[in-house]
């Protein structure tokens, strides 16, 4: 047996919940055009950025252990590396 219960929601209700979803859909689309725009090698800067840490942070990271090629001089990151240097250091957090 199936039973439908009319539920009557406020339209601040309403308005609240389809402006929460509007973000969300926003923001994944944001990432989704940010990955898709990331060089497969960028600069320290670059990768920085593309990360969301500060230059001096990134070389925190290059310390411990980030791998970063050079080349004469010019020193680049590969997203792969970075992604899984970070995926290799994630920690559960409690």
């Known amino acids: 047996m199936q039973m439908n219960v009319p539920v009557q929601l406020s339209s601040n209700f309403v308005a609240s919940y389809e402006k929460a979803l509007l973000e969300m859909a926003k923001k994944i689309v944001e990432k989704v055009q940010l990955d898709s725009e990331v060089k497969p090698y960028m600069n320290k800067k670059e990768a920085a950025q593309y990360i969301g840490v500060s230059f001096n942070t990134f070389q925190k990271l290059e310390k411990m252990g980030l791998p970063i090629i050079e080349i ?12 899984n240097f970070l995926e290799k250091h994630k920690n559960a957090v409690k």
């Not at 010019?74 to 992604?83: A, P």
């Open 72 to 83: 004469e001089g010019i020193r680049l990151v590969r997203k792969q590396d970075i992604d």
